[in-house]
């Protein structure tokens, strides 16, 4: 049979396509696919989530459905393999998930479905059931064990020695628990299911010490929360002090051509730079990737996407003074401090995490509550669309939900560019003056122009 230019070309065939792209970088990529509407269809092809995971399950499909009823999002090493379509030899997949049954769920399934057997730490019972129980105490026991080899000067142990020691103290620290399984046949197939705090999304935030592993995908979108600096410029900067097994990561990924910095007293970024006092998961600064979600049963999702893409925080990067004597602001740079608060007072259906650096929308938010609770507008004398007083004659709960995407628009618009560190703390992104930048427009040209200018395609989240 004669071979056709058009068979070549035809979508339905993929091979010279997947040979073009497997040259291109995930921005350029993107360009390429926005020359034609039919071509662009061929992203799902490219980010086969579904193929990614096969790595790891052998239902992707069955896993995924899993993770929308339990709100579990997958991060790491392989949510950037994924996004920057490359792979590495011995990764392994970590998922995060809160205690809600979604620990149980994916231990189940994993044993029962893809045959994993739970391995456990040293500090931790050999059954999955007993170590899952007893978490808390497994690890407090082991710290306390290894802290009285500590000599009278404090030295002899650290909780990042190794592997255990420091799962065992992030366990106390930051998550609930960590919980190892290797395939039964293919050892080189590792799940670690993370148990976290209130949202997964928290372990991402609260753990990681570099920006370029800030990446994830929950059952139907992958999202870069620092795109621009990990795909275009392969740049990371800190976010945590380096404990041993970070450094042996960043020693890694130095590896892989990767280089990694602190903040700096003066970030030369202006336009679409993320490095910024304030964000949030889908911002323009953002790369956020739709998946196909063909076969995925989400008649039972856990949480509406609109929540995971409205969670903000903030960026403490370095702290000035005005110095009299040079009459000049003066700034001390150190590592990017993520900051961020719980909203889990009941408020809300589902739990918030939202910025608390920038200090005026929290107030605003509590604000707001605070004025449905009264069936009035309490200081912002505004009408939210689609928001409406509370109907407290009404059986059952009352929840916000509907409101806080409402709210955070119209402090995002009316409220932040005026926020006195864009001003004093952060001249980088705009100046002292009215050249201040809120979506890289300048305060002065209004609020309307903000918004237009919030219309940013996927390429621009990698581009200055």
Known sequence: MAIHLLNILSLSNPILYTAIFDYLEPQDTLRLLRTCKALYEFKYELWSINRSLRRFVDDPIAFRSLMARYNAIVSGSHALQFLARIKWPKSDLDLYVTEDGGIAAFASHLVAKEGYSYQAYSWQS???????????????????????????????????????????????????????????????????????????????????????????????????????????????????????????????????????????????????????????????????????????????????????????????????YWNRDTNSRVFHAFNIHIVYTYDVTGAFRHPRIYDRHTSSLFRFLEDMKRSMKRLEVYNYKVGFPGSKLLNYNEEGNIYLDDQFEDWYRFWEKSIMPYENMWVWQYPMLGGFETSITNAGVPCDQGIGKVEEAAKVDDVDRMEE
């Open 126 to 320: 050999a059954d999955f059931e007993t170590a899952y129980r007893n978490r808390v105490q497994e690890a407090d026991a082991w710290v306390a064990k290894m802290s009285e080899q500590l000599d009278e000067n404090g030295q002899g142990w650290d909780p990042a020695d190794d592997t255990a020691s420091e799962a065992a103290w992030y366990t106390l620290k930051e998550i609930v628990g960590v919980y190892n399984f290797v395939h039964d046949t293919y050892p080189n197939r590792r799940v670690q299911l993370i148990a976290t705090k209130v949202t997964p999304i928290n372990g991402v935030l609260a753990g990681y010490y570099a920006t370029h592993i800030f990446n994830f995908f929950t059952w139907n979108k992958a999202y870069s929360l620092f795109p621009y600096h990990t795909f275009s410029k392969n740049e990371s900067f800190y976010t945590n002090s380096l404990t041993k097994k970070s450094y042996e990561a960043v020693e890694k990924y130095y590896g892989r051509g990767y280089e990694f910095n602190e903040y700096g007293d003066y970030h030369k970024c202006i336009a679409n730079c993320p490095l910024r006092p304030h964000r949030r998961v889908a911002d323009r600064y953002s790369w956020v990737l739709d998946l196909d979600t063909t076969g995925i049963n989400s008649s039972d999702v856990a949480v509406p996407t609109s929540v995971i893409d409205m969670v903000s925080w903030g960026m403490k990067m370095h702290y000035s």
